[in-house]
């Protein structure tokens, strides 16, 4: 008999989320599987931020169901499975570069064998060890959760608007991210307003309308 297929790193099923009773999304069911990235498009108001924080976990759906390797997501699992790189840098404003990387990696462990310093390398910030979070660029704080990113053993990566604050060149820094992460067997869920992410790679798009639209 052949191997079953394995489950895929994210499995959603008829999830949804409204505020103040105003539908939000949902009922949306969708999957990824390793290699895989799946672009999630739509207007502002659509819900895209809504839907990666309902899969991190920093949300709570009105109903459906989350499956991370086939198994039920809850919080220690997410912590496990899924890396997340939000609008907010997530990151200490007095710590230097180097330091908030090595309280992250203390919390949430570190890619084996990848090193600090060649993931500062890695996103151009190498020379700003040492930098406060405070002194850097919008686009220096966003190289700098690239890093952590990069750094994190999560499979799944939920990427919300990861081009944002970035140059042509940091935005063809995270499509090579991207493409190496599902080289390497990861998969990744990406919101975006243009069309920027187009590593080669498997990619399906979910588009995302408004409610009222």
């Given at each position: 008999?052949?191997?079953?297929?394995?489950?895929?790193?994210?499995?959603?099923?008829?999830?949804?989320?409204s505020r103040d009773e105003t539908p939000i999304f949902g009922p949306l069911s969708l999957h990824v599987g390793a290699g895989e990235a799946l672009l999630v498009q739509g207007d502002n108001g659509a819900g895209k931020t809504t839907l990666l924080r309902v899969l991190a976990g920093l949300l709570r759906p009105d109903s459906g169901t989350v499956m991370l390797a086939g198994q039920p997501a809850h919080p220690t699992?997410?912590?496990?499975?899924?890396?997340?790189?939000?609008?907010?840098?997530?990151?200490?404003?007095?710590?230097?570069?180097?330091?908030?990387?090595?309280?992250?990696?203390?919390?949430?462990?570190?890619?084996?064998?990848?090193?600090?310093?060649?993931?500062?390398?890695?996103?151009?910030?190498?020379?700003?060890?040492?930098?406060?979070?405070?002194?850097?660029?919008?686009?220096?704080?966003?190289?700098?959760?690239?890093?952590?990113l990069w750094l994190s053993p999560a499979p799944l990566w939920l990427l919300d608007e990861p081009y944002a604050n970035l140059d042509l060149e940091g935005i063809q820094l995270v499509n090579r991210m991207v493409q190496a992460h599902l080289e390497a067997g990861g998969a990744a869920m990406i919101t975006t307003h243009g069309a920027y992410a187009a590593p080669p790679v498997r990619t399906r798009l979910l588009v995302l309308k408004r409610p009222d639209a």
């Open positions: 008999m052949p191997a079953a297929a394995p489950p895929p790193l994210l499995a959603v099923f008829d999830l949804a989320f699992l997410r912590a496990q499975q899924i890396a997340y790189l939000g609008h907010l840098p997530g990151l200490k404003a007095d710590l230097s570069a180097l330091h908030n990387l090595q309280y992250l990696c203390g919390l949430h462990g570190r890619r084996a064998r990848l090193q600090i310093d060649t993931a500062l390398a890695l996103v151009g910030l190498t020379g700003f060890e040492d930098a406060p979070l405070r002194t850097l660029s919008a686009g220096q704080k966003k190289r700098l959760g690239l890093a952590r």
